[in-house]
């Protein structure tokens, strides 16, 4: 559980941290000073019931709901434990995910912070997002600060580091990534109380991050896979998109939605939920094409209503196989 904070440490990292700025160029000072600012207050917490029935609300990912369900659980029998003078278990909270894009990894490690500042793992639950770019610097000396003043930010809360395999270049060139992997490393222990790492990405390459590094795999102990979705959920997805802009799918949307996302290859690099927001955008941008030469008598519902050519043009535009030219064009990634 979250441990009581001793003044002298805030001050010890304050004096630390303000040494580093010094090292930094005048832009990054700014920008670190901005994110500390933004990162040190996180509203208020919510209740657990609140956030596990957003996670539930969630299409899909049964898998993965089932398994953070337990993590908290065991958390909770831990808190009870020790609440009851017995000794706590201790075991690791750090996470790889493992996923395609667009498979919704950002949002649980968001939601799984949240719950974990309910349970009281941790004081802030707030998420810092990073890649490579946010943690390796371009000079000696600089990869160091990077990651160090990253992890400030996160602490008392979820780091999150997306496609975590880029830390670890496949070609084995000299690279400042390895550096940012011991940093890390040394923080995780350094900080093992207040600080949760997330590492997401492909399944093979993350695969290969872990046994880049003796360390990686004793800290990363548990693994939570995000199955592409199915076109069924695909299409629930996308009514998702339109409800929240106030449109609605037609019945011929709908089965056009899902012809295109039967016949969209899958395999590492789909793009999940991203590849059915473009989808959508797409179609919004045919429907007024469709609409520009009424559009001084289109009422409510012809302005709220998409229909299946919407999303048949859609797919012709990104070069998506669709029902009318199944894989006439080659497929590209939605990005």
Do not use: C
Request: charged share 30%; aromatic share 6%.
């Amino acid at each position: 559980m979250a441990a009581s904070r001793n003044p002298l440490d805030d001050l010890r990292e304050t004096i630390g941290h303000l040494a580093d700025q010094l090292k930094l160029p005048v832009s990054e000072r700014v920008d670190d000073l901005v994110g500390d600012l933004i990162g040190a207050r996180p509203g208020p917490a919510r209740p657990l019931s609140e956030v596990q029935a957003e996670l539930d609300a969630l299409v899909g990912l049964e898998t993965v709901k089932e398994q953070v369900r337990a993590l908290v659980a065991l958390l909770q029998v831990q808190a009870r434990r020790k609440a009851h003078g017995l000794p706590e278990v201790a075991t690791s909270q750090h996470l790889v995910f493992l996923g395609n894009p667009g498979t919704g990894k950002t949002t649980v490690a968001r939601l799984l912070a949240e719950m974990y500042r309910a349970v009281g793992l941790l004081q802030k639950g707030h998420l810092v997002e990073v890649d490579r770019s946010g943690l390796v610097g371009q000079y000696v000396g600089a990869t160091a600060i990077k990651t160090d003043r990253v992890i400030r930010r996160a602490l008392d809360g979820v780091l999150f580091i997306d496609e975590a395999y880029a830390l670890a270049p496949e070609d084995g060139r000299t690279d400042f990534g390895p550096e940012a992997i011991e940093v890390l490393l040394k923080r995780m222990e350094d900080h093992r109380h207040r600080l949760v790492v997330i590492v997401a990405g492909y399944p093979r390459l993350m695969h290969e991050f872990l046994d880049s590094n003796p360390g990686l795999r004793s800290r990363f102990a548990r693994e939570l896979t995000f199955q592409d979705y199915s076109s069924d959920e695909l299409v629930a997805i996308t009514e998702r998109f339109a409800g929240e802009n106030e449109y609605r799918l037609t019945e011929s949307a709908v089965q056009a939605l899902r012809r295109i996302f039967e016949h969209a290859p899958r395999g590492e690099g789909f793009g999940n939920a991203r590849y059915a927001r473009t989808i959508f955008e797409q179609a919004l941008n045919h429907q007024a094409v469709r609409l520009a030469s009424e559009l001084e008598h289109a009422d409510a519902e012809k302005l709220t209503s998409l229909e299946g050519s919407d999303f048949e043009a859609a797919a012709r535009a990104l070069g998506e196989p669709s029902s009318e030219y199944p894989r006439r064009r080659r497929w590209r990634r939605a990005s």
